[in-house]
C-alpha cells in the first residue's frame, strides 16, 4: 500500500523550521497543505497533552481520517516534531548533532 | 442543574411527545383557510402547555402531577416518513437563503472578540433550526413508538350533509397512515370527534342539534363543538397573535388568524386542553398500567426470563435481515416499547428505562439492530433525563450511533439524529471538545450537511476550555471546502473569512496561501473583485509553493485583475520583493562623476585625491550670517542640480521561479518649490495613508514638470534578482524629496513602495541606530540653480597593454552648459601610470614627436619638473571651456608595471559666474587598466678589466609575451656623466633583429664614466635626468633617429621610476639608469603606433638585489 508522510519540526511560537514531505504515494496536488493543516490543527492536542505526561514521544495523538500524527516534544518544549502518516510507519528518529 | 431545563432538555420535551392525528372534512379545512392557516396550524398553538397541573399515576402506586405537556399535532397525510430527497431539498434552500442574508463585507470577527461572546452570539442562529429539521426528517419511523398517533381527532363541519356519516367514513378510509394499516401499531387509537360550526355560515343552532345526535352515536364524553370565525367586522389584526409562527407562509399582505377573535382563541385553549388533561393523559395512564401488566405476567419474574431467553435461542437461526424480525403491535417487544415510550412521554423516566433495558437484550438477541439502536438512543436520553450515570448514557448514545451507522446507509439520518442528540448532552455537560469529535464523526456522503456540521464542531472547538483555535481554523476551512463543493459560496466564504483571522500572522506558508487564495477566488466568483484582489495579493510571493502552484495564483490574479478592467494600486506589493537596503543614491552636488564605475569608488579615496585642489571650506563662507543658514541646510539635506540627474539604484527580487515582467519602474518624488519654505521641508510622511494620498495628488498633476523621471521596463527572470537604475531630474529649484518607487507588474497592477515608512518600521524595530539618519536624509535634496558641468573622458583608454607601452591619448572635457568654467586644475592617483602631456604635443605626430631633435629644446623639461613638484596639473590660466568648444589636451599613459591598475583622474574647475550657488565642481574619472608582462630586462655591471673608468654592461632581455614579436631599438644611459657603446656591431647581437615570444637574449655594452666633478653631478643627478647617451640598436642600415629620453613624457616616467625604485635603496652616485626602447615588430591596430620604454634604475656594481618587477632595475651577480 502506498504510504505518505509528512514531517515537519517546529520551533517556540509555532514557527516550522522544517518540512518534509515524504513517502511513495503519488503526490496530491494538495497533499501539502493539507499535512499542513493537520499538522498544524495537531499542536492544540500537543500543547494540551505536553503538559500532562513526561513522555516525549506522543503517538497518535491525533489523526484526520486516515492520517495519524503522533509528536516527539523535545525537553523544555522548545521543538515538536510532528509526523502524520498512512499506514502507520514507525516513527523513526535520527539525531545528528 | 434540571435536564428539563438544558437545551437538549427543552428539545426532547418537544419533540418526544404524544402525536395527534388529526382527521377533517374538506369543509374544515375551507372553513379554517379563510384565516389563511390549515386546520392542524388553527389548533397548533394551543397544544403546548406550561402547568396543566395534571395528577398521573402509571405502574406505582403513588400519583405524580404532570405540568409541562404537550401535543404535536399532524394530519393524517403527514403522518408518514417524510421524503429524504425533498427534505433535503428544503434544507439546501433554507441554508442558501441563510447565506444570502450574511455580510460579504463587513470586516471578519477579531479571534479575540469570537473568545469574548457566548455561543448564542457566536454561531449563526439558523444552526438550530437546521439541527431540528434534521431531526425530523427521520420522524414516524416504525420502530419507534413515540411518533406514533395517540388519539384521533376526527374533525366535521357543520355544513357537512351527514355529519354522523361523516364522522364514521373519515376512519374508515383508505387514506389512513401506513403506521396504523401496516400492523406497525394498533388501530384501535382513541378517538375524539369534534363538530367546527363557522359563525359567519348563521348560527349555530344547528349545530348544536347535530352534537347531541353525534353524542348519542359515539358517547357523550368523546364528542365537541367548536365554533371559529367569530369576528363580524371583518379582517382584524389580533392582538399577540399566536399564530406568527406561520405567517411566513403566506403573503404578507393576507392576514393570519384575522377572522378568529378571542373567544374563538379562547375556545380552541379551552378545547385542547380539555382533550389533553381530560382524555389522552388518562388514556395513557391507563394503557401504560394496562401493558406493564401485560409484561409482568410475561417477561417479569425468574421463570419468565429463562423462558424468554430459552425461546430466543431457538430463534437464532431466523433470517438476518437488518431489520431484523418483525415485530407487529401486538408482539410483546412491540409492546414493551410502546410501554417505554409511554412512560417516556409522561415522564416516569424510572419506568421507561427498565423497559427499555428489557427490551434492548431481546432486540440485540434478535439482531434486530435499527430498533436496537433506537432503544439505546432511547436510554441514553433516559439516562440524562434522570441526570444520573453520565457515563451510561454516552455509552448508549455512542453504541445507538455505532449501531446505526452500521446498519448502512438507509440509518444514516437516525444516526445524525441520533448524534445531534449526544452532541447536545456532551455540550450541556460542557465536553466541548468530545462534541466536535462527534460533530466530525456525523460528516456524510452528504456534502451540504457535512459542511454545516464542520462548521458547528468548529465552533465547539471554540467553545472548548481552553479554547483550540488552530482546530477551530482548520474546522472551518474543511467546512468551506464542502460549501464550495455544494456551490454554497458564501457560507463557504463566510468559514473561511473566520478563519482568517486564527491563521494571521503564522508562519505555515501553505495554510496562509490556501486561505486567502480560496477567498480570493470566490469573491472573484462572486464579482467582488476588490475584495478578491485584496485576499489574492497575500498570496502572490508565494516562494515556498511548487512551481504550477504559482503559476496559478499569479495567472489568477492577473485574471481577476483584467477581469475588473481597473488598474489596481497596491501599496508594498510583494512581486517582486524590493530589497531596501540596496538602495544607492548617486547624486552630484560639486562632485560630478565621469562615469558610473566613478560613483562606486569610496569617497575616502576621492578626497584624499582632492585634497590638494579644492579650496578649504572656510573660503566658500562670506560671513557669518551667510554661514549659518547655509552649513545648516547643507547638513540636513543633499544638493543637487537643476537638469542633472539623480540615479538611484535599487534591488528588485523576483521570489517567483515564474518570469514575471515588470514595466514602467520610476521613482515617486516631491518637489516643493522654494528651498527656503522651512516647513514644507520637516513634512514627513506618518504613514501609508499620506503615501498613497501623495500618490494620487502626484497622478492628479501628471502634467507637473518640474521634474522628469525615467522609466525602465523589466523582466525577472525566476528567482532573479536585479539592480534597476533609475533618475529623475529636477528642472527648478526647491526642495526635491524622493519617497518611494513605483511599476506596474504584467501591466496591471500597479506596485508602490515606500522607502521611508519602510526605513521607519526598522527603525522601531531595531532601536536606536545611527546610519538611519544619514540614509533617510540621502532622499532629501536642495535643488540649486543649473550650473556648468564638464564631461569628460579620456579617448580610447586600452583595457588591456603590455609593460611599458607608452601611448599618448586625448583628455576631452566638453561643457553643455552655455556659461563657461574656468581655473582647470587636474590630479592622478598614479603619475607613474599617466601623464598630462604639453598642448604642442598634441598636434604633432606620435611617436616622432619624441625623437630626438638636432636642435634640441630643452625647455619642456624644467616645466614638467615644476608642475611634477605638486602631483596637481594646472591647465594654463587663460583656460575657458565653453558651450560646444570641447578642451583636447594629450596625456600619457605608460604601463609600468603590470597588475590590475585602477587610475583615478580629478579635474576641478570654478564658474566663470561666481553668483551661481556653487563656486567649484570636481569631475572624477575612473579607469581600469590591465597591464600584462612585456620585456624582463636586467643588467649586470662588472669592471672593465683593462680600465678603471670603464665597466662591462651585460644586457638580459626576455620576451614574456604569449605572442609579440618586439624590435629593440635604442637604449639609453640616463645622466651625463655616463656614456654608454657597443661592443660589438648591432648585426652581431641582434642577427633577426627582433626578440620572438618567449626569445631571450644577452649582449654586452661599454660603460665609460666622464665625470669630472663629482658634487655637481651629484646634484644634477638627484634633481632631473640630465641628457644621457643612446646606443641605436635597430638595423644600421635603417637609421632610424633614435629617441629623447630626457625630454617629457619619458623623462618624466622616468623621474617617477626613480623615485619608486629609490625606496628600496638609497641614492647611490655610482649607479646608473637605462632606458630600453623597443617597438612592436608588428603592431596589432595599425593606425595607433606603439613605443615601449623600460626602465631599469639604479643599477650598480657589487650589489645583490632580488629582481621583483620586470622592467625594473637588476643589479649584477656580484663578480667579487
Known sequence: MATTACFIIVSRNDIPIYEAEVGSATKREDAAQL?????????????????????????????????????YVTAGHILSICGCFIDGIKFVFLFLS | MDPANTPLGKMLLDEITPVVMVLSTPLVEEASLKNHLSFVQMLSPFCSFNNIDVPVRTASDQPYRLQKFKLRLFSASDIRQPNLEVAKEQLKHFISQAGDKDDMFSDPPQISNLLASSESEIQPSWFQFFNKELVRTVSFSEHEAFDHPVACLLVVSSKDEQPINR?????????????????????????HYLLVHDNQDGSPEKAAKILTEMKSTFGSNECQLLCINSSHDGPVEPQDNPWAPYESDVSPSQCVGCFLNIDDSNEIKDLMQDLSSKHIIPYMEQKIRFLNQQVSATRKGFRNQIKNLWWRKGKEDAVDSPDGPMYTFSSIESQIRVLGDYAFMLRDYELALSNYRLISTDYKLDKAWKRYAGVQEMMGLTFFMLDQSRKEAEYCMENAFNTYLKIGSLSQQNATRCGLWWVEMLKTRDQYKEAAVVYFRLCSEEPLHSAVFLEQASYCYLLSKPPMLRKFGFHLVLSGDRYKKCDQIKHAIRTYRSSVSVFEGIMWGHIKDNVHFRIGQWYAILGMDDLAVKHMLEVLACSHQPKTTQELFLRDFLQIVQKTGKTFEVLKLQLPQVNISSLKVVFEDHR????????????????????????????????????????????????????????????????????????????????????????????????????????????????????????????????ETTVVKLTVTPKVEGLLQITGVRWKLSSSVVGFHNFESNHMKKKNAKGRRKSKHSCSDNLKFIVIKSLPKLEGFIDSVPEKVYAGDLQRLVLELRNQSEFAVKNLKMKVSHPRFLNIGNQKNLNSEFPACLERKTSSDPCCVGDSSSSLSQNVFLFPEDTLIQEGTPLLWPVWLWAAIPGDINLYITVYYEMADVSRGMRFRTLRMHYNLQVVPS??????????????????????????????????????????????????????????????????????????????????????????????????????????????????????????????????????????????????????????????????????????????????????????
Open chain 1, 35 to 71: 499535512h499542513q493543516f493537520i499538522l498544524h490543527a495537531a499542536l492544540d492536542i500537543v500543547q494540551d497533552l505536553a503538559w500532562t505526561t513526561s513522555a516525549m514521544f506522543l503517538k497518535a495523538i491525533d489523526r484526520f481520517n486516515d492520517l495519524v500524527v503522533s509528536v
Open chain 2, 167 to 191: 364522522f364514521i367514513d373519515l376512519f374508515n378510509t383508505d387514506k389512513l397512515p401506513s403506521l396504523l394499516n401496516d400492523g406497525a401499531m394498533d388501530p384501535k387509537i382513541l378517538k
Open chain 2, 592 to 719: 560630478t562623476y565621469a562615469s558610473p564605475a566613478a560613483a562606486t569608488v569610496r569617497e575616502s579615496l576621492w578626497q584624499s585625491l582632492e585634497e590638494d585642489i579644492i579650496p578649504p571650506l572656510s573660503n566658500v563662507r562670506t560671513n557669518w550670517l551667510d554661514l549659518q543658514s547655509n552649513s545648516k541646510k547643507y547638513k540636513e539635506s543633499n544638493v543637487c542640480v537643476a537638469g542633472e540627474a539623480v540615479k538611484v539604484d535599487i534591488e528588485f527580487k523576483n521570489p517567483l521561479q515564474i518570469p514575471i515582467s515588470i514595466s514602467g519602474v520610476s521613482l515617486i518624488c516631491e518637489l516643493s518649490l522654494g528651498s527656503d519654505d522651512a516647513s514644507s521641508s520637516t513634512v514627513e510622511l506618518q504613514n501609508d495613508d499620506d503615501f498613497k494620498n501623495l500618490i494620487t495628488n502626484r497622478d492628479m498633476s501628471s502634467d507637473n514638470v518640474s521634474f522628469t523621471l525615467s522609466e525602465v521596463d523589466v523582466l525577472l527572470g525566476g528567482a
Open chain 2, 935 to 1120: 620585456l624582463d630586462l636586467s643588467f649586470q655591471i662588472s669592471p672593465s678589466p683593462s680600465r678603471l673608468h670603464e665597466f662591462l654592461v651585460r644586457m638580459d632581455v626576455v620576451n614574456k609575451t604569449s605572442s609579440e614579436s618586439l624590435q629593440v631599438h635604442q637604449l639609453s644611459s640616463v645622466g651625463g656623466q655616463w656614456e654608454i657603446s657597443l661592443l660589438q656591431p648591432v648585426d652581431t647581437i641582434f642577427p633577426s633583429q627582433s626578440l620572438m615570444a618567449g626569445q631571450s637574449l644577452s649582449c654586452f655594452f661599454m660603460l665609460k664614466s666622464c665625470r669630472k666633478s663629482l658634487t655637481s653631478e651629484d646634484k644634477i643627478s638627484t634633481l632631473s635626468p640630465v641628457l644621457g647617451s643612446d646606443v641605436g640598436l635597430g638595423p644600421e642600415d635603417s637609421n632610424q633617429p633614435l629617441f629623447d629620453v630626457s625630454s617629457s613624457p619619458l623623462a618624466d616616467f622616468h623621474h617617477y621610476e626613480r623615485l619608486h625604485q629609490e625606496m628600496s635603496h638609497q641614492g647611490d652616485p655610482n649607479a646608473v639608469d637605462f632606458i630600453l626602447i623597443s617597438r612592436p615588430l608588428t603592431s596589432g591596430d595599425s593606425e595607433r603606433p606603439h613605443l615601449f620604454s623600460h626602465h631599469a634604475c639604479h643599477c650598480r656594481q657589487y650589489f645583490k638585489r632580488k629582481p621583483n618587477i620586470v622592467a625594473s632595475g637588476w643589479a649584477s651577480d656580484t663578480i667579487s
